[in-house]
């Protein structure tokens, strides 16, 4: 009989739903050219950023897991990383950069730089992918952190300690010219933090009780209270990382309802991806213009959407499983030698 009990497991038994979700949220997002008729569609599109939250928590949780699980020396634990993100990253990036740069649309610095990873976290323009270099500053920083928030007897202190942290650090570097990396990384290191506690809460055997599930559902309550009290902007990361969480447990909890088969099963499929559709994703955001040539547009774009994202999802997903054979082989490889 499935288990269906109420708890931070909920979050571990239906990750891969919850990524495919996510993803399909951010796909919407993306789809900039499509404006729905009704208000509460418009504005739940609006808010598609919100699955890169999702996928952070997730992956905090997922990290904190497999580093309470086993000692893992930091080598080792980066190569089972970086095997993971960068060859897709390369193949995909470096496939649509060289494109890029004999239509003579880019340079060969820009394409080594986004290449590089490095291109965001030093502020170079016009690369071509932020997510994956932004995700793997978080893989770096993951091992410090979940031994800090084991060692702590207090660990949601860290995280509400760097929620503060990160709000002030968005102001100075959006002053000083680093808006985007101060947005799209400094302002999610709480988000981040919380899946690592989540984590370590899952490793231990932690309940959570009545009064837990109260407190996640009244940090939510302190969103409006907070842009009332201080004068500044308040950044999406950091109201979602007070959102986040019982969103989750929620729609997880209603996912347990569901059979296991069709919906959930095409959910797990597309989160097992995620990866690849999102890079992918960005490839047909970006040349929109282009394939508006050969695709049919059809009213308020919803004909174009409807090809291009199944389109963009069928491809991710091939490319998933095109790449697991090679990447198992070139993991083994690398641990085999470390």
């Not at 965001?120 to 928030?149: D, E, H, T």
């Not at 899952?202 to 302190?222: A, F, N």
């Not at 597309?270 to 047909?284: D, H, K, P, R, T």
Request: aromatic letters at 14%; proline letters at 5%; glycine letters at 10%.
């Amino acid at each position: 009989m499935e288990d269906r009990r109420w708890g931070y497991e909920l979050l571990s038994r239906c990750r891969g739903e919850l990524m495919g979700l996510a993803m399909l949220w951010v796909m919407l997002f993306h789809a900039f050219a499509w404006r729905p008729k009704w208000q509460w569609l418009y504005y739940f599109k609006g808010i598609g950023f919100c699955g890169v939250d999702i996928f952070l928590l997730l992956s905090g949780m997922g990290l904190a897991l497999s580093l309470c699980k086993r000692e893992q020396r930091y080598g080792d634990y980066l190569k089972r990383r970086l095997v993971r993100i960068l060859p897709a990253y390369w193949l995909v990036v470096g496939i649509y950069g060289l494109a890029l740069r004999l239509a003579k649309r880019t340079t060969l610095k820009t394409v080594a730089w986004t290449m590089s990873t490095l291109a965001f976290w030093c502020n170079k323009p016009n690369y071509f992918n932020w997510y994956v270099p932004a995700l793997l500053g978080f893989y770096l920083i993951a091992p410090a952190a979940v031994a800090l928030l084991k060692r702590v007897k207090l660990p949601q202190l860290v995280v509400g300690a760097s929620w503060v942290l990160s709000f002030i650090l968005y102001q100075v570097m959006t002053l000083a010219g680093w808006g985007e990396v101060a947005d799209n990384a400094v302002t999610r290191i709480p988000i981040f933090l919380t899946g690592c506690m989540i984590g370590v809460y899952l490793s231990r055997g932690k309940k959570l009780t009545w009064q837990g599930t109260l407190g996640w559902c009244v940090l939510p309550i302190l969103i409006p209270i907070i842009k009332r009290v201080q004068p500044y902007y308040l950044p999406n990361g950091l109201w979602l990382a007070l959102v986040c969480v019982p969103l989750c447990l929620a729609v997880a909890w209603l996912m347990e309802r569901l059979p296991k088969g069709g919906f959930r099963r095409g959910l797990r499929e597309i989160g097992g991806a995620s990866l690849e559709i999102y890079l992918l994703n960005v490839i047909f955001v970006l040349e929109r213009e282009l394939l508006e040539k050969v695709i049919p547009i059809g009213p308020n774009y919803l004909v174009f959407y409807g090809i291009t994202i199944v389109l963009n999802l069928l491809l991710g997903i091939a490319l998933h499983y095109a790449l697991e054979r090679p990447l198992r082989w070139l993991r083994g490889k690398l641990l085999s030698e470390g």
